[in-house]
C-alpha cells in the first residue's frame, strides 16, 4: 500500500514552460486534492475532486488545470508557468468523510525561474 | 465560511518543557478539527483529529489537544517537550452536510532547544 505518491519531486521551469505534476493513491480514495504551500501562508486548495470526471475549483486555482479520468490519478497541469507558482505543491486524498483523515503525498518542489 | 486562526509563527520550548500551540476556529456549524505535523522536507501527517466524541483527544507522539466550544479553541499540548518535535504544525477545520473541504491555518513552528 503506498498511499498517496507524487512525481517528480522537485522541478526547475523557466517561464512560460508548461509541466504536469503527477499524483496517484492506491487507497481507492474518492477525494483528491492539489494546494501549495508557501511561507508564512500555510496550505492553500487549488482545485480538487470529489470522483472521476469531477473537479472544481479551490482558493487558488488561475494558471492550473486538473482532470479526473480516475479513480486512483489527479494530475495538476501548469499551463505557462510564471514565477508566482514557485512553492511545494502537495496532493492529498481521503474518503468523501469529512470526519475521515486526508492523507498527503511527500510534496513536489517546484522553482520557476 | 470556516477559518482557522493559529496564533504564533513560531514556538520555542526547551527540552522537557511544556509544549502549547493555540488554533482558534471560526465556524457557523459544528466542526471537525485536526492538527497535523509536516517535518523538514516531508508530507502532513494527521496527528489528531476532533470529530464531535469526546472534547479530549489524545493523538500520536503523546500530543493531546481539547475541544472547548465556549473559546472556540482546539490548543495542541505536550507535557514534555522532545528534540525529535521540531516541526511545523497546522490546525484544520471542516464541517456541516454534504462534502466539506479542509480548511488549513498559516501553521506554526515549533523549535525545541536542549
Known sequence: NAGVTQTPKFQVLKTGQSMTLQCAQDMNHEYMSWYRQDPGMGLRLIHYSVGAGITDQGEVPNGYNVSRSTTEDFPLRLLSAAPSQTSVYFCASRPLSGTDTQYFGPGTRLTVL | ?114
Open chain 2, 1 to 114: 465560511a470556516q477559518s482557522v486562526t493559529q496564533l504564533g509563527s513560531h514556538v520555542s520550548v526547551s527540552e522537557g518543557a511544556l509544549v502549547l500551540l493555540r488554533c482558534n476556529y471560526s465556524s457557523s456549524v459544528p466542526p471537525y478539527l485536526f492538527w497535523y505535523v509536516q517535518y523538514p522536507n516531508q508530507g502532513l501527517q494527521l496527528l489528531l483529529k476532533y470529530t464531535s466524541a469526546a472534547t479530549l483527544v489524545k493523538g500520536i507522539n503523546g500530543f493531546e489537544a481539547e475541544f472547548k466550544k465556549s473559546e472556540t479553541s482546539f490548543h495542541l499540548t505536550k507535557p514534555s517537550a522532545h528534540m525529535s518535535d521540531a516541526a511545523e504544525y497546522f490546525c484544520a477545520v471542516s464541517g456541516g452536510t454534504g462534502f466539506q473541504k479542509l480548511v488549513f491555518g498559516t501553521g506554526t513552528r515549533l523549535l525545541v532547544s536542549p
